[in-house]
T-cell receptor, first 114, second 115 residues
Framework: AQSVAQPEDQVNVAEGNPLTVKCTYS??????LFWYVQYPNRGLQFLLK??????LVKGSYGFEAEFNKSQTSFHLKKPSALVSDSALYFCAVRPQTGANNLFFGTGTRLTVIP | DSGVTQTPKHLITATGQRVTLRCSPRSGDLSVYWYQQSLDQGLQFLIQYYNGEERAKGNILERFSAQQFPDLHSELNLSSLELGDSALYFC??????????????FGEGSRLTVL
């Protein structure tokens, strides 16, 4: 069975500091991995994905994520946080074979402190 | 704006009642997904339709059903409602029906409150 774990419900970071939102996954075979962001009273928005290739993927709004197969992780990062980055972040996985939908983690609320 | 439209945005009803949530996917998208977001269980996949046919089923209760119509809009029917069905219900769409390697486009959700 596939699953995603986001070990931190809440992450606080000062504006201008680097941020990391953690994600680990469990899936059969090679995973397709995604990050989505949810702003208040809005639907989820796609940030970035890893399908294959370079382990470091770059996405929207200056975010990037690093795929680490040995640690089964796909942490979201940004070099310098903005107050506007405050939102709920979801990691999602889709197994390469089998289920053709996304399995989401429980989300991490990021708060960037001015 | 993702291009996915969901109605109603808010709905308050009583236990035992039945409601219908509606979703219009992005223009041209053939696949529609329904997700339930609750505080204690995060985002749970319910069901997927592709061009009118059911393609995948997740943690959808028997009291819930869905369909996708010829014009590609989809409806999620929730019946015999219980307090625990209170949640935010999201619809998402994407272009194809093949392997999911791209992004999903989410609507803003329908917030259901069961009293």
């Amino acid at each position: 069975a596939q699953s995603v774990a986001q070990p931190e419900d809440q992450v606080n970071v000062a504006e201008g500091n680097p941020l990391t939102v953690k994600c680990t996954y469990s899936v059969s075979g090679n995973p397709y991995l995604f990050w989505y962001v949810q702003y208040p009273n809005r639907g989820l928005q796609f940030l970035l994905k890893y399908i294959t290739g370079d382990n470091l993927v770059k996405g929207s709004y200056g975010f990037e994520a690093e795929f680490n197969k040995s640690q089964t992780s796909f942490h979201l990062k940004k070099p310098s946080a903005l107050v506007s980055d405050s939102a709920l972040y979801f990691c999602a996985v889709r197994p390469q074979t089998g289920a053709n939908n996304l399995f989401f983690g429980t989300g991490t609320r990021l708060t960037v402190i001015p | 704006d993702s291009g996915v439209t969901q109605t109603p945005k808010h709905l308050i009803t009583a236990t035992g009642q039945r409601v219908t949530l509606r979703c219009s996917p992005r223009s041209g998208d053939l696949s529609v997904y329904w997700y339930q977001q609750s505080l204690d269980q995060g985002l749970q996949f319910l069901i997927q339709y592709y061009n009118g046919e059911e393609r995948a089923k997740g943690n959808i209760l028997e009291r819930f059903s869905a369909q996708q119509f010829p014009d590609l809009h989809s409806e999620l029917n929730l019946s015999s409602l219980e307090l625990g069905d209170s949640a935010l219900y999201f619809c998402a769409s994407r272009g194809g029906g093949g392997l999911m390697t791209g992004e999903l486009f989410f609507g803003e959700g329908s917030r259901l409150t069961v009293l």
